[in-house]
């Protein structure tokens, strides 16, 4: 573990220590988040961060990182709703999702936020409808290779599809200003940044003939972390997403919208071991976090790393949440000293699609979150 990592230890269990509230709880550090917001968007000329909320909406979370100015990127009432009662302004606030609720375009409308994805004919006459006259920006469909959360086969039009989608977005009273794409959450492919920027760029080009201006680029989300697996540092990506930026788009403003990035590293699960048991070879752990009040991840790939206390033997264990389903098991081959039941555990970079995915199946709580 580096520096940082020691350092925010030692203010999870300086908290831990200071407070007497029931496991599970997920901690967030202000510190760690600092760093985040000042790093990312750092090496990409001309660019704003736009934080995508869906990470983590948690509140005091959105206005800690509100107080650094950043913007933020929605796709629901629910999402606008814990902005407008922060009074961030329309002007830092974008929206990516594709396809939007109606209620939601009502409530955007009169909030007056200006930019809006769209991947559809049938998203623009909803858009022309509500929001005539407003920014709007195709998102592209690239390779989601390498990422552990794939999102390309739901969102996202060919080259070709995309210009005639500006056209017709123009042509329905909007003003098509942009370009959009995820590269797929998680990922550690730099290549695919590369590919989907050289097919924004023709898509750029390809309206430029039409009359259309392309005056933003919205490269999305799909910064890596590190869990267990090693991945490439945010420098490294956008010191090679900016050489390809500075080559297509000179001029044009770049939008980014980490989410994971900015609050995964900065959250840790404080969770209590309620159960071990011996089922064959097989050492099997419970803990009160599971697939379902917050490490929903975990069944998609992701495995966390896991501290405890103890400094008895090291052996495999199998780890597996509180509730009745077989589906919650969190990992497998975890390389633990035994623990004993009753101690605490700790799960790291646990910020980012946790709480925000929680579900109280089971009748196990949501873990409630404190930012430190
Ligand atoms: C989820 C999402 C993001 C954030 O993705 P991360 O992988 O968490 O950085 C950004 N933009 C859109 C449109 C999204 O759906």
Redesign the pocket.
């Known amino acids: 573990m580096g520096n940082m990592k020691n350092s925010l230890m030692d203010r999870i269990l300086n908290w831990i220590a200071c407070h007497d509230d029931e496991p599970p709880f997920l901690l967030v550090d202000r510190e760690i988040l600092k760093e985040k917001i000042s790093l990312i968007g750092r090496g990409i000329k001309n660019s704003r961060v736009f934080y ?1 909320v ?2 983590n909406p948690d509140i005091e979370v959105i206005k800690y990182l509100s107080s650094f100015q950043i913007g933020f ?1 929605i ?1 629901s009432e629910g999402e606008l709703a814990i902005l407008k009662q922060l009074n961030i302004e329309a002007e830092r606030i974008i929206t ?2 594709p396809i939007k609720t109606f209620k939601f375009l009502r409530e955007a409308a009169e909030y007056g936020i200006d930019y809006f ?1 769209f991947d559809s004919v049938a998203e623009v006459d909803k858009l022309a409808k509500y929001l005539p006259g407003k920014k709007v920006y195709v998102r592209l469909s690239v390779p989601n290779e390498g990422s552990e ?1 794939p ?1 390309s086969k739901k969102f996202g039009v060919e080259i070709e599809e995309a210009v005639k989608l500006l056209i017709y977005a123009r042509k329905k009273g909007l003003d098509p200003v942009g370009i959009t794409f ?1 590269v797929g ?2 990922c550690s492919n730099v290549y695919n940044w590369h590919i989907a920027i050289d097919k924004a760029h023709q898509v750029k080009e390809q309206a430029f003939k039409e009359g259309i201006e392309i005056k933003m680029l919205n490269i ?4 890596p972390i590190q869990y267990l697996k090693k991945v490439p540092d945010i420098e490294t990506i956008e010191l090679k997403i900016n050489s390809l930026l500075q080559e297509y788009f000179p001029e044009t403003e770049i939008f980014i ?5 900015v609050i995964g590293d900065a959250g840790v699960f404080v969770s209590k071991i309620i159960g071990k048991a011996k089922r064959g070879n097989e050492n099997w752990l419970y803990i009160d976090v599971g697939v379902f009040n917050g490490l929903m991840e975990s069944i998609g790939g992701i495995r966390y790393q896991y501290i405890v206390g103890s400094r008895l033997e090291e052996k495999e264990w199998t780890v597996a949440g509180p509730s009745c389903d077989s589906m919650d098991v969190l990992d497998k081959s975890v390389l633990l000293s035994e623990p004993d039941v009753g101690s605490l555990i700790l799960i790291l970079s646990a910020g ?1 699609y946790t709480i925000s995915y929680a579900s109280e199946f089971n009748g196990f709580s949501i873990p409630k979150t404190f930012l430190i």
């Open positions: 995508a869906k990470a990127e796709a990516s999702n994805a959360w999102l995820h959450s998680q999305g989300g799909g910064y919208e980490p989410g994971r990035a980012a």
